[in-house]
């Protein structure tokens, strides 16, 4: 049996990507460099807004950072055309909105590693970094920036 396209995934999934957003300041939404797309800083969508350990727990966050995946998802297939360029996740750097007692970050940015495990399979496989942050713009619950390897 052949194995599923990343289309087939991510409506196993029961995933639509929404279109790509727009930046939030002045920068772009993606870089292409030397076989490698850098994906700017993406939140998750619906705008939520508040700290992990204070308005949100672990698991709501964990869903934060799912859609924030979704984001990242969206910024590849409007840039590539289609998800099947996508060679390698190299890297997630996940910074977490949370009260300074908050621990698990971790689990949060958990969120969208699995989310990039179930639409790439063994090529979802990241390094990644995870930070909490004392502020995020716009109060967003989480910020995630993103590499990835690609065709030429």
């Known amino acids: 049996m052949p194995e599923p ?17 727009e930046p939030a300041a002045k920068y772009v939404n993606y870089v292409k460099v030397n076989g490698f797309m850098y994906v700017s800083g993406k939140g998750p969508s619906g705008s939520p807004k508040g700290k992990l350990g204070k308005e949100y727990t672990t698991q709501e966050g964990y869903q934060f ?6 984001e990242i998802l969206a910024v590849l297939q409007s ?3 289609s998800l099947a360029h996508v ?3 190299v890297k997630l750097q996940g910074f977490v909105n949370a009260i300074p007692e908050f621990e698990e970050h971790h689990v949060v940015l958990n969120g969208c590693s699995d989310l990039m495990l179930d639409v ?16 995020i713009r716009d109060n967003l ?12």
């Open 5 to 21: 396209t990343i289309e087939q995934r991510l409506e196993a999934l029961g995933i639509t990507l929404p279109m790509a957003s």
């Open 65 to 70: 950072a799912r859609l924030t995946g979704i």
């Open 79 to 81: 840039a590539l055309g």
């Open 87 to 89: 060679k390698q996740v």
């Open 120 to 135: 790439f399979g063994e090529k979802g496989k990241s390094a990644r970094s995870v930070f909490g942050a004392v502020s």
């Open 141 to 152: 619950p989480i910020i995630v920036d993103s590499i990835f390897q690609i065709e030429d």
